[in-house]
């Protein structure tokens, strides 16, 4: 396993150093030496040929479920970690509604234990805001803070009480540490399981309405003004609380916000089943849990204004809310089915639906998964620099694949596209100079 | 030399009845055909039929109904099918797991048919995807769809007015949650109602009353919103009575039973403005006193007790349809 | 233009085409083997058999089997009426929830059975058009066996084309015709098909 690698002749896009070109990248004992044009291949180092590739800094997820400890029978840190690989991220965070969850500090050094020992990238951790993730009382913070969360979350739920939220960004704004909220107001989205619209009517499932994110939105926001602390949205997914995170930062207010690959692709029809005509009669297909997911896949005018958002930059980073289930999980009724949908393999190959037709060029999906993730993060990773950790990336932007939930190395099989075909595939991925995938 | 030749097709094109969007106006009206025989047979001193004998079919009702329930097993009992209950309390933690299991087990004994009632809308869908060679039969799922209701609603308003087509059908109440509604829109459209929902704004699905549904070619487009009762009511030819649960008011779509009643109950006076041979419906069990007045709910214009002996003949014939035109299906 | 029917009620061989409007297949050939008047015929024929064999028109009820036994077993009684002055009672019925074959051959629509009399007791003359295989002949029996117990059943068909597949036989018979199984008999009734005619369609080998 040489850490010497030279990466040959891809088109190297690194958006942190505003890069473009074709060239050739050197590593040396695990760190990027060199970019230049043609370099000679020194002793003891690998060749690898990217000609006709697109070389850039291995990408981060701010926002990933892992499952370990607890729930190892969705996913461990082994899988998920190698998962990421396949899909091209050498940076992963691991949300903490693990069980027990990730709100002291024997939890989180058994996690940072056992990614160093079973996992193949990067995984930082985050701490929960409350003990058990109840929403009742405080974490201890600061230590969790010492171990080196990167900020805290109850993902899978709300930061409910207002209060709590109040003096978690007041605290969590001492250590200089984020706040990460669900939003989601539960008496509005209590017993839905999906967007309400017109999809929710015609399948009579109750749905979830835009404004049970809003409303939690516009209050995180403000307490966030308040308390001078630092909230990031977790999984954005309306175009109500992009125009709130935009009108806050005119403000100055400390308001960042992620977009989930799905929430930027896949709207609300997916339920359906393959039809997206509400006047063909359903089929056995509908109903599809795969496409069950919290937020709920959006209808489309949501769909656009996601993508106009990571366009204008009022979207901060990409993140892939990661969240395998076993089959067992999600073979029920949909009302039954857990949410969530199993991504990191297909991120990459879905966000170049977007490049393919237009919507956003690659230089700005790379950097909404490498540079700006670092920049939220205050560390020196996502960058091709000399210097850096060579975490590097390396795909090919015209290869077609079709969607194989089977070949996944995730066990978490659950995605609603399956047997659909993607044009962009992860060729390669290097963390500190190891080709791991 | 005329086309009055008999009519070779007599099953219907389906395998699964799981709600009335998959049905055209021929399909339903065959199944109207077959009900007029099966009427005949429940009007005969001895109830029998050997058409489905050796057939097997399942009621599996995860929500507690015995209305529903005894009108399929009886329907299946009259054809000769082996009818077996199966009912699920349905307050078990591990609801959708035991679903999936006992569609396994139920497709391993080879049953012809499945009648599902669950409180999850789509179960009926989950079921005949995990089935391969088995019926499904929606006997209620959810909020979502009861197509065999809805069909004998239909039928019920084309025995006492002659013709659904163009007839003003007015559905009061609570729409939101009503199976029965969502699948009566489809039928009444199907076969050419006209249809006007009539019920508090809380209690109406959202995207109804987007203006925007108007400007495509949904099929519910030309559907009328009209929350005033007298209103509404006015030379309707049928007024159809929806079920209101006192849950809706805990939930806080309403702020009490009795302002519903006062809005919108079917009255003796409202009766009056509606066309003097108009009918009344409702799907069962009554509320009596909130959404329909006791006058109305026994008065002579009331169908109500009608539409039980109907959901017989209904079931009968839906059986008879789905489990014969499977059988040529699969030897052709 | 007919071609000529040998009498006797014999027909076999050669056939020849006629472009028949209704016919469903293009590679059949159609002949008549029964002209209205001879259809007349026979129905007068065996309604004075059914009277002569039940010495009258005491306690009979027709039931004729859908669909085109129906109009058939109204014809009988018109001309049972015009002999003996007396109307004898009409049935009709569907035996489609009796079938034994619904697996194999599409079924015609279903229309309710229509027996309004008590049929305790009373003779039952069954009324078809045509007799085949013999097994509508047994799920008519099981319907009407289901409805009370008839003193007797008798068949009256207009055309017994043979094949029989049960041991049925029918009491009153308007014209025997020989066919193969490939063979389809057809008889067309002014009250459903606006003609009055029997034909038999071939398929050309």
């Not at chain 1, 690194?14 to 060199?34: A, F, K, N, R, W």
């Not at chain 1, 005509?277 to 896949?297: G, I, Q, R």
């Not at chain 1, 950097?367 to 560390?379: E, I, Q, S």
């Amino acid at each position: 396993m040489a850490l010497n690698v030279l990466i040959k002749g891809g088109r190297i896009i690194d958006p942190s150093q505003s890069v473009d070109e074709i060239s050739d990248l050197l590593v040396t004992d695990g760190i990027i030496t060199e970019i230049k044009t043609s370099i000679d291949r020194p002793r003891n180092s690998e060749v690898f040929d990217a000609q006709g590739k697109i070389v850039c800094p291995g990408f981060i997820d701010l926002h990933c479920h892992l499952r370990e400890p607890g729930e190892e029978y969705k996913e461990t840190i082994e899988t998920g970690t190698a998962a990421a690989a396949a899909g091209g991220f050498t940076t992963v965070c691991a949300m903490p509604n693990t069980v027990p969850a990730m709100d002291n500090q024997s939890v989180v050094e058994y996690v940072i234990k056992k990614a160093k020992e079973t996992a193949q990238i990067r995984v930082l951790p985050i701490g929960s805001v409350t003990i058990g993730r109840k929403g009742k009382q405080l974490s201890e913070m600061s230590e969790l803070a010492e171990l080196g969360v990167i900020g805290f979350s109850d993902d899978g739920d709300p930061v409910e009480d207002p209060n709590i939220m109040r003096q978690a960004l007041s605290y969590s704004a001492g250590l200089n540490l984020p706040i990460i909220n669900h939003c989601e107001v539960p008496a509005l989205a209590d017993g839905a399981s999906m967007n309400e619209g017109w999809v929710s009517n015609r399948l009579g499932l109750k749905g979830m309405p835009n404004s049970a994110e809003e409303v939690m939105v516009a209050r995180d926001l403000s307490l966030a003004e308040l308390t001078g602390g630092h909230i990031h949205i977790a999984h954005a997914s309306t175009m109500g609380t992009l125009n709130l995170i935009k009108a806050a930062k005119a403000r100055g207010i400390r308001g960042t916000c992620e977009v989930t690959p799905h929430h930027l692709t896949l709207s609300e029809t997916l339920v359906m089943g393959p039809t997206e005509d509400s006047f063909v009669p359903l089929s056995p297909d509908a109903y599809d849990t795969n496409a069950k997911v919290n937020p709920p896949l959006r209808n489309q005018s949501d769909v656009r204004s996601m993508v106009e958002g990571l366009r204008d930059g009022t979207i901060d980073v990409i993140a892939t809310d990661h969240a395998p289930h076993n089959q067992v999980d999600k073979t029920t009724t949909f009302q039954d089915a857990a949410f969530g949908i199993s991504v990191l393999e297909t991120a990459f190959g879905s966000l170049m639906t977007l490049v393919d037709n237009g919507h956003i060029d690659i230089n700005t999906l790379i950097k909404k998964l490498t540079a700006d993730p670092a920049k939220f993060l205050g560390m020196d990773i996502g960058s091709l620099k000399k210097g850096s950790s060579a975490d590097i990336t390396v795909f090919d932007p015209s290869e077609t694949w079709i969607v194989n939930p089977q070949t996944f190395l995730s066990k978490g099989k659950n995605t609603p596209i399956e047997g659909t075909l993607l044009k962009g595939k992860i060729k390669a991925t290097f963390f500190k100079g190891r080709k791991i995938y | 030399m005329t086309t009055n030749e008999t009519n070779t097709r007599n099953s219907i094109r389906h395998k699964h009845i799981l709600d009335l969007d998959e049905l055209n106006r021929s399909d339903i009206e065959l199944i109207f055909e077959n009900t007029d025989s099966m009427m005949e047979v429940l009007n005969r001193g001895i109830r029998k039929v050997p058409a489905l004998r050796g057939k097997t079919i399942i009621t599996l009702f995860y929500e507690s109904s015995t209305r529903t329930r005894v009108s399929f097993e009886q329907a299946g009992k009259i054809l000769s099918a082996d009818v077996i209950n199966v009912s699920s309390d349905g307050s078990s933690s591990k609801k959708g797991e035991s679903l999936y299991n006992t569609a396994l087990t139920l497709q391993a004994m080879k049953a012809d048919a499945i009648v599902i009632r669950h409180p999850h809308s789509g179960a009926g869908y989950f079921l005949a995807q995990q089935m391969d060679s088995t019926s499904i039969i929606n006997a209620g799922d959810g909020m979502h769809a009861h197509p065999t209701q809805s069909l004998l609603d239909l039928y019920t308003i084309k025995k006492h007015l002659g013709t659904i087509s163009s007839k003003k059908v007015v559905i009061v109440g609570d729409l939101l949650y009503s199976r029965v509604a969502r699948s009566n829109l489809w039928g009444l459209t199907t076969m050419g109602a006209n249809i006007v929902l009539c019920g508090p704004k809380t209690l109406l699905p959202q995207d109804f009353l987007d203006s925007r549904l108007r400007e495509t070619n949904h099929p519910f487009r030309n559907i009328q919103i009209e929350e005033n009762i007298d209103t509404a009511l006015e030379d309707a030819d049928v007024i159809m009575t929806l079920r209101l649960q006192s849950e809706r008011q805990k939930a806080g779509h309403l702020p009490s039973l009795r302002e519903y009643s006062r809005r919108f109950g079917v009255t003796s006076e409202r009766l009056k403005i509606a066309k003097p041979n108009a009918i009344i419906m409702h799907p069962g069990p009554m509320n009596e006193g909130i959404e329909i007045e006791s006058d109305v709910a026994h008065g002579p214009q009331s169908v109500i007790e009608s539409q039980v002996t109907t959901g017989v003949a209904i079931r009968m014939a839906v059986l008879y349809d789905l489990i014969t035109g499977n059988h040529s299906e699969k030897e052709s | 233009m007919p071609l000529a029917d040998l009498g006797g009620g014999f027909f076999f061989g050669k056939t020849s085409l006629i472009s028949n409007p209704s016919s469903t297949s293009t590679s059949m050939s159609v002949k008549k083997i029964q002209t209205d008047v001879q259809m007349k015929r026979a129905l007068t024929r065996i309604s004075h058999e059914i009277l002569e064999r039940n010495s009258g028109a005491k306690d009979l009820i027709l039931v004729g089997m859908h669909s085109r036994g129906v109009p058939l077993a109204f014809r009988i009684r018109k001309l049972i009426s015009s002999y003996e002055g007396q109307t004898v009672d009409v049935g009709s019925l569907d035996i489609g929830l009796y079938r034994d074959d619904i697996s194999e051959k599409p079924q015609a629509t279903m229309k309710p059975t229509d027996i309004s009399v008590d049929i305790n007791g009373r003779i039952v003359v069954l009324v078809d058009d045509v007799l085949y295989t013999g097994r509508s002949i047994r799920a008519a029996m099981d319907a009407i066996n289901d409805l009370g117990r008839p003193s007797q059943i008798q068949l009256a068909v207009l055309i017994d084309r043979g094949h029989r597949e049960l041991p049925i036989r029918a009491d009153y018979v308007g014209k025997n015709v020989p066919t193969s199984k490939e063979e389809d008999v057809k008889v067309k009734l002014a009250e459903v098909d606006g003609l009055d005619e029997v034909v038999i369609s071939s398929p050309i080998t």
